[in-house]
């Protein structure tokens, strides 16, 4: 299998897992605080990276890796990313308590779209593609979450939306450290700094206990070790071998899996005015990643 292939096929793993944890990110709460749940995730993820690479082979595409000052560009990248999982995690997290699952799917793979928009920002020049995938997903946003003007979009679904913005930026700090980082060290890192920033916000305001934490200990594991664990560390393996723009369309499928993972278990159902917004805003998300050439990258 070519490198490629295997990072396609890591981002795809990784969009499954994280659209069916959407289910668990909600059943997890039942007992505890959403950065609560936040912390004990990501210091359990914490601990099963640090236990991948003790026990990984050394192999030399892992080893060999040369560039400047590895130790300070990693702690540099692992801060940056920390910061932002964190930031994008907590938004989702609270989100999800007053919104349904699959409406989150959608709302978080608006980052695919919020992507080029920052680009414009940072030089690149907008086409008419990107305007006509930017009207589509206002129309697929509006119909999803607001039955009567912007002004009345629910708590959790302006959560999930600010979440998706910190994703983006997530995303294009990861493309710009990938290249000189090892992913799966990088991944730890970026795990123990959220992990620490959540506990903080935790013992300031949900007062955790361990008893309740035991509790949620299933949703904890499932979104420790698969989501964040296993998910993060594939899309950042994945980004390594696929193009910015190939990796941003595979992930979008989050959103699919997030909808048919909320009506199997939580048996959640979309009205008709929902499923169309979320079918805009799939198709504003395709768009937005379809090359301008095919022999062109993004």
């Known amino acids: 299998m070519s490198k490629r ?177 090892d992913g799966v060290e990088l991944s730890c890192i970026q795990f123990l700094v959220c992990a620490v920033l959540s506990s903080f916000l935790a013992i300031s305001y949900e007062m955790p206990n361990i008893i309740d934490i035991l509790k949620s200990i299933m949703p904890i594991l499932y979104t420790a070790v698969l989501s964040s664990g296993v998910a993060y560390t594939l899309q950042i393996i994945g980004q390594k071998y696929t193009e910015p723009i190939i990796a941003s369309l595979i992930m979008s499928l989050e959103s699919v899996f997030s909808v048919l993972a909320g009506w199997l278990v939580l048996g959640e159902v979309l009205t008709i005015k929902e499923s169309f917004g979320c079918i805009i805003v799939f198709a504003a998300v395709i768009l937005a990643q379809l090359p301008e050439k095919a022999n062109k990258r993004y």
């Open 5 to 181: 292939a295997k990072g396609n096929t890591a981002l795809f793993i990784a969009a499954f897992i994280w659209g069916t944890a959407f289910v668990a990110q909600r059943q997890g709460m039942d007992y505890i605080g959403p950065f609560t749940f936040n912390a004990a995730r990501n210091y359990v993820a914490f601990i099963v990276i640090i236990l991948f690479i003790i026990l990984r082979p050394k192999k030399e595409e892992i080893t060999e890796i040369k560039f400047k000052n590895k130790t300070k560009n990693l702690l540099k990248a692992g801060i940056m990313c920390g910061f932002l999982l964190f930031l994008a995690s907590s938004f989702q997290q609270i989100g999800i308590k007053y919104t349904s699952v699959g409406k989150a799917g959608f709302i978080t793979t608006l980052y695919v779209i919020i992507i080029p928009v920052i680009s414009i920002f940072l030089g690149k020049k907008p086409n008419l593609k990107m305007w006509f995938s930017l009207f589509g997903a206002i129309l697929g946003l509006y119909l999803l979450c607001m039955s009567n003007g912007f002004e009345n979009i629910s708590k959790g679904d302006f959560y999930i939306l600010v979440c998706a913005f910190c994703n983006a930026f997530h995303i294009l700090t990861i493309d710009h450290f990938s290249e000189n980082t």
